[in-house]
C-alpha cells in the first residue's frame, strides 16, 4: 500500500524504445536471413533498394518482405520469428535497466515500452521475462490456419510509431513532456521530431547522421545502462558525482564517460567555375 502511494506520488514518465540496434546488437532482417539460409547480402539488397524507391515506411521492409517476397513469405511461420528472437543478442543489463526505471529514481518514475517495426513476435521471444507482452508493439501480421502470413495488420515504422506512442500516452493518461524516447535509425526520425516538439527528451545510441543532430542526446554505449547517463542528468538533474555513486550502489562503474561535441561539414566553392575544376580534379584522382 505505502509503495502505491510513493508511485502515485513520483514524477511518472514513459519510457519508449526502439529494438533493433537500440536494445540489441542484431538487426531481426539479418537474423532471419541467417535462420532460413538465405544470404544476408541478399536481404540487404532487397531491403536497400526498397528503401531507395521509399516503397515502404522506413525500418517497414521486412515486412514487406515477409508478405511479399516469396523468398521470404513461402518459409517463414511464426515459430521461425519466435527463435529468431532466441537468437538475437541483446544489450547487457536491460533487465536491470527495466527494474530501475519501474521502481523509480528520486521519485522519477519510467514506464518502460518497445516500439519497433520488427516483428511482435520477436521482439516478445527477444525481451521474454524482462518487458510484459502488453509493453511491447512490433509490426502484426494476420495468419493463416497454416501459419503462413495472411496480411499486415500494423507497421511500428515511421508515423507508426508516433501513433502507437499518442495511444499509449493517451492510455496512461500522461502529459508530452513526460516522454523519452530512445532510438538508432532513421526509422526513428519521426518519433523523434513529434517528441521533441512537444517538449519530451529524445536519446540516440547511434552516430546516424538523420538522428544524431535531432535527438536531444546521443549515448554510444554497448551497455543498455547507458541510456540512463543522460535522464539522471537532464531530468533527475544528477551531477556527475551523483550518477556515478548511484551506479556504484548498484554494482556498476562508470570505466570511461566522453563528452564529445562532432561537427560534420561540407563546404563547397561558391564560384561554379572553380566548383567544376575541384570536381575534375577529384574525378582525375581516381582514375
Not at 158 to 179: T, W
Not at 240 to 260: C, H, N, P, T
Request: aromatic fraction near 8%.
Amino acid at each position: 500500500m505505502i509503495y502505491m502511494e510513493k508511485l502515485k506520488s513520483a514524477k511518472h514518465y514513459i519510457f519508449a524504445s526502439d529494438f533493433d540496434q537500440t536494445l540489441s546488437y542484431n538487426d531481426t532482417g539479418y537474423v532471419l536471413s541467417e535462420l532460413l539460409g538465405i544470404p544476408t547480402k541478399e536481404f540487404e539488397r532487397k531491403a536497400e533498394g526498397m528503401a531507395r524507391l521509399n516503397l515502404v515506411q522506413q525500418g517497414g521492409e521486412l515486412s514487406y518482405l515477409l508478405l511479399h517476397d516469396p523468398e521470404f513469405h513461402d518459409r517463414v511461420r511464426p515459430e521461425h520469428l519466435r527463435e529468431v528472437g532466441k537468437r538475437i543478442r541483446l544489450k547487457e543489463n536491460i533487465d536491470f535497466l527495466k527494474r530501475v526505471l519501474d521502481k523509480g529514481i528520486a521519485g522519477y518514475r519510467f514506464e518502460f515500452y518497445v516500439l519497433s517495426a520488427a516483428p511482435v513476435e520477436v521482439i516478445q521471444s527477444a525481451l521474454e521475462g524482462i518487458v510484459p507482452p502488453d509493453h511491447i508493439f512490433g509490426t502484426q501480421f494476420r495468419y493463416h490456419a497454416s501459419g503462413e502470413i495472411a496480411a499486415i495488420e500494423r507497421v511500428t515504422a515511421g508515423y507508426g510509431k508516433v501513433a502507437v506512442l499518442d495511444r499509449i500516452q493517451n492510455e496512461v493518461q500522461i502529459s508530452s513532456d513526460r516522454i523519452v524516447y530512445v532510438g538508432d535509425g532513421s526509422s526513428d526520425v519521426h518519433v523523434m521530431l513529434h517528441v521533441n516538439r512537444r517538449d519530451g527528451f529524445t536519446i540516440a545510441v547511434s552516430e546516424n547522421k538523420h538522428l544524431a543532430p535531432i535527438a536531444r542526446r546521443t549515448v554510444l554505449s554497448t551497455n543498455a545502462l547507458g541510456v540512463l547517463i543522460p535522464i539522471l542528468e537532464e531530468i533527475v538533474g544528477w551531477d556527475r558525482m551523483q550518477i556515478r555513486a548511484f551506479l556504484e550502489s548498484q554494482g556498476f562503474v562508470i570505466q570511461e564517460w566522453d563528452k564529445v561535441s562532432t561537427d560534420v561539414v561540407t563546404i563547397l566553392d561558391s564560384d561554379p567555375a572553380n566548383l567544376a575544376a575541384a570536381t575534375s580534379r577529384a574525378e582525375g584522382s581516381r582514375v
